[in-house]
C-alpha cells in the first residue's frame, strides 16, 4: 500500500482519481521540513523521514506560489508567508509590480527504500542539505550517496496575481487566476484537471504503473 503523507485528506482524495483502486492510503505524520530556496530538496528529504517511520512505500508533496516579478517568492515559504503576512498583503504586494505573473508549483517526492537506477528520470540520492537534516548516521556529506533514493515528479500551474475573488479552494486560491478565473471560482473538477499537484499526480500515475 502507498501512503500518501499528508495531513489534508482531500490531498488523498485527488491522488486516488489519478491511481488504481484503493492503492493509496493516508499516513498523517508530521516529518520536520528542512529550509530549502527550491521544494525539492524538501519533498526528498520529507519522503525520506516518511519511508523511515512507515518502512512502506510513501508520497510527500510540497508546493508553494512563485511571483515571477518577486524573483519567486513566497516559493517555499509560501505557508510561512500566509500564516504571517496573509494573502490580501501578498496581493498588495504584488499589486505594484509590472509584472504579476506567478506559478503554483508541487513537487512529490516518492521513496521506497529501492534503488531507481534504472531509472532515467532526476533521482535525488544525495542533496547535501537533506543528508545533513537526515540526522548524525547520515551527517557526513560524504555518506549523503548512500541516502536514501528519492524520486521526484514536478507539476505547475501558470497564472497571474489578482485582487481576491470566490469562495472555493484554500491557502492563495482567492488571489491566482488562471484562464480568467481565480482557482477559488473554479468548481473542484476543474481546479483538479488543471492544478499542479494533479499535473504532477498525473506523472508519478504514469510512472508507477510500470513500477
Ligand atoms: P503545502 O505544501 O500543500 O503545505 O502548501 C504550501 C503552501 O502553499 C500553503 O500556504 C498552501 O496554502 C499553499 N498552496 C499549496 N497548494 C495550493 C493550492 O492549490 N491553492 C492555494 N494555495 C496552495
Redesign the pocket.
Request: glycine fraction near 12%; aromatic fraction near 16%.
Given at each position: 500500500m502507498l501512503r500518501y503523507v499528508t495531513t489534508?485528506p482531500g490531498?488523498v482524495r485527488e491522488a486516488e482519481r489519478y491511481l488504481p483502486n484503493d492503492s493509496i492510503a493516508r499516513l498523517d505524520f508530521d516529518y520536520p521540513e528542512i529550509q530549502a530556496t527550491e521544494l525539492g530538496p524538501i519533498a526528498a528529504q520529507g519522503a525520506r523521514e516518511a519511508y523511515r517511520h512507515a518502512d512502506e512505500p510513501v508520497l510527500v508533496?510540497?508546493?508553494?506560489?512563485f511571483v515571477e516579478g518577486l524573483d519567486g517568492f513566497p516559493g517555499p515559504y509560501?505557508?510561512y508567508?500566509?500564516?504571517t503576512l496573509g494573502i490580501e498583503r501578498v496581493h498588495d504586494i504584488a499589486a505594484d509590480l509590472d509584472d504579476r505573473r506567478a506559478a503554483?508549483r508541487?513537487v512529490l517526492g516518492y521513496c521506497d527504500g529501492d534503488d531507481f537506477a534504472a531509472s532515467p528520470d532526476p533521482v535525488d540520492r544525495g542533496d547535501r542539505n537533506a543528508a545533513a537534516a537526515a540526522g548524525p548516521d547520515e551527517g557526513d556529506p560524504e555518506a549523503a550517496p548512500d541516502a536514501l533514493p528519492v524520486k521526484l515528479f514536478e507539476g505547475y500551474v501558470p497564472g497571474r496575481i489578482v485582487a481576491p475573488r470566490g469562495e472555493g479552494?484554500?491557502?492563495?486560491?482567492p488571489i491566482?487566476e488562471h484562464d480568467g478565473e481565480t482557482?477559488a471560482e473554479m468548481s473542484t473538477d476543474r481546479?483538479n484537471a488543471i492544478?499542479?499537484?494533479g499535473r504532477a499526480l498525473e506523472k508519478f500515475a504514469e510512472w508507477y504503473a510500470d513500477r
Open positions: 489534508n490531498k508533496d510540497d508546493a508553494g506560489l509560501s505557508s508567508v500566509e500564516e503554483f508541487c479552494g484554500f491557502g492563495y486560491d491566482f482557482l481546479k492544478s499542479h499537484r
